[in-house]
Every structure is written in C-alpha cells, then in structure tokens.
C-alpha cells in the first residue's frame, strides 16, 4: 500500500549545520506516527520542510502521491496537510469563536463563498469543534482569557477547521497540566477515530507519545535513528543513549 506521507531521502543544511540528513519515513493513512528525538535533533525542521516552509537541499516528499517538495505551504495545505507550532498561534484579542472562522478562512475560498453561502455552516462547524475539544462553554470568550492548555485545545480545534486530510502536531502537549494531556490526548485519538484524521506528532513526553502513536520514528543528531512500535523504541537501547547522551 503506498503511504499518504512518503519522505524519502530529505537533507536540509542551516549553514554549517545538518539538521536533517538523508531522512527516510512513512505515515499511512488512517495511523498515528511519533516523531521523538532529543532537543536538536532535527524533528522541527522536517515539520517544517514537509509543509512547504523551506525548501530541502536534497530529497522527495510525496503527499497522496504527489510530489510536494516545491510546493508552498497555502498549496500544500490546500491538499489537506496541516501543521501546528510549538508556540499557540491564535488571536488573543478575538473570540474562539473568531479564532475557529479566521482560520477556516485560510483556506482559499473566494470571498463570496466564504462570506455568504458557507459561513451559516462555518459558524455551526466552529461550535460543533468547539464543543468537540471542551470549549463550547467559553466559545464567546477572548482567547487570551483561556489557559495556556485550553489555548493548546482551541488550537487544535483550529486546525480541524481546516477539514486536513493529515494533521502534524508540534508539541501538541508541551506546557499543559496532567490533566488537560489526557483530556487532549483523548481528543486526538478521537479525531483520528471519528474524522479520520491521519496524525503525525512530535512530542517529547514519553507517556503520551507512547500512549498515542502506533508507530515511532526517532531521531538523533538530524538522522534517524530508530523506528518501531512504541513498545519497541521504549526499550530499543539507542533510543535511551540518544535521549541520555543529550541531557
Ligand atoms: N532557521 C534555522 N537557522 C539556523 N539553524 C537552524 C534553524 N532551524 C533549526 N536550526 C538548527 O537545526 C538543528 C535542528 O533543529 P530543530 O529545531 O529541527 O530540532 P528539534 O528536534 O525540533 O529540536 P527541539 O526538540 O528542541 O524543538 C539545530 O541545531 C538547530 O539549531
């Protein structure tokens, strides 16, 4: 079966720096896939090559078949391959509500469809999503009233907004309290389960990645390292000097 995401051989160089050598992976549709490695090792910078952020010095990205390593990210996100940062990227200033429409609208329709025939179903789409990731209670409220977790969440609801065919989740965990990781957690399994939503997720919290992805890739000074099932990478002895070696 021929993947959804398939990367194949992809370099890309900061100057002096190899943050990514001769990458070589696979997300099949359908699956949850990890993406670990110790601070540095490259993982953002693939993220960032596979949207369409900067171009890779050497190397192939096929997304459904279709070769996308010179694409841009509005045409790469138009086939429905999303990405969401390390860092929330929302409107503090605007509601959730807002937030959710501002970022349906990114996705290239012409005004006129988007201001009049859609936004009825838009508007009904946001708070079913809302409601979706435990929002709906606040969905009228700025989003800088929010916490940092439940921003995380509207975050994701966000990007759901955007009907993506593949998610890729940077972090999608770092920062949240206990509690609020397993709710998002849960949420994740579910829009992979209920929407069908092909996730690929960088964490660096062993508990959820183990917990979530059904497959692990890891990587280590910009090259990989090891993959696997998670119960697999747990023990594999590289993986562990990996993240050793780099604290
Ligand atoms: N825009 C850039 N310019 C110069 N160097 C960069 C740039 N982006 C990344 N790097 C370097 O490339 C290497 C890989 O960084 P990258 O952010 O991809 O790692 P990472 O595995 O995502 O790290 P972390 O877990 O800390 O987020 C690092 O040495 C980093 O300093």
């Given at each position: 079966m021929t993947a959804m995401l398939e990367v194949k051989n992809v370099s890309k160089s900061f100057g002096a720096v190899r943050a990514n050598e001769s990458i070589s992976l696979e997300v099949h549709e359908g699956r949850i896939v990890g993406l670990i490695g110790p601070n540095g090792s490259g993982k953002t910078t693939l993220f960032s090559s596979i949207v369409g952020a900067h171009p890779v010095d050497e190397g192939s990205i096929r997304f459904q078949g279709r070769e996308i390593s010179r694409l841009r990210v509005a045409d790469i996100a138009r086939l429905g391959l999303i990405r969401t940062f390390q860092q929330t990227r929302i409107y503090g200033g605007m509601t959730c509500v807002e937030n959710m429409l501002i970022s349906a609208s990114q996705r290239g329709s012409s005004l006129l469809d988007l201001?009049?025939?859609?936004?009825?179903?838009?508007?009904?789409?946001?708070?079913?999503?809302?409601?979706?990731?435990?929002?709906?209670?606040?969905?009228?409220?700025?989003?800088?009233?929010?916490?940092?977790?439940?921003?995380?969440?509207?975050?994701?609801?966000?990007?759901?907004?955007?009907?993506?065919?593949?998610?890729?989740?940077?972090?999608?965990?770092?920062?949240?309290?206990?509690?609020?990781?397993?709710?998002?957690?849960?949420?994740?399994?579910?829009?992979?389960?209920?929407?069908?939503?092909?996730?690929?997720?960088?964490?660096?919290?062993?508990?959820?990645?183990?917990?979530?992805?059904?497959?692990?890739?890891?990587?280590?000074?910009?090259?990989?390292?090891?993959?696997g099932p998670p119960e697999e990478i747990r023990n594999d002895r590289r993986v562990i000097d990996a993240y050793l070696g780099a604290h």
């Open positions: 201001f009049h025939i859609r936004s009825a179903a838009r508007g009904r789409q946001a708070e079913d999503l809302l409601a979706f990731v435990g929002l709906h209670a606040k969905r009228h409220l700025r989003a800088d009233s929010l916490s940092f977790g439940q921003q995380k969440l509207l975050e994701f609801a966000m990007a759901l907004m955007n009907e993506p065919k593949m998610l890729m989740l940077d972090e999608p965990t770092a920062g949240i309290n206990p509690i609020l990781i397993d709710g998002l957690i849960d949420r994740l399994k579910q829009a992979n389960a209920v929407f069908g939503v092909t996730l690929f997720v960088i964490e660096h919290n062993m508990r959820v990645i183990m917990s979530l992805a059904e497959h692990i890739y890891c990587l280590a000074h910009g090259e990989l390292l090891a993959e």
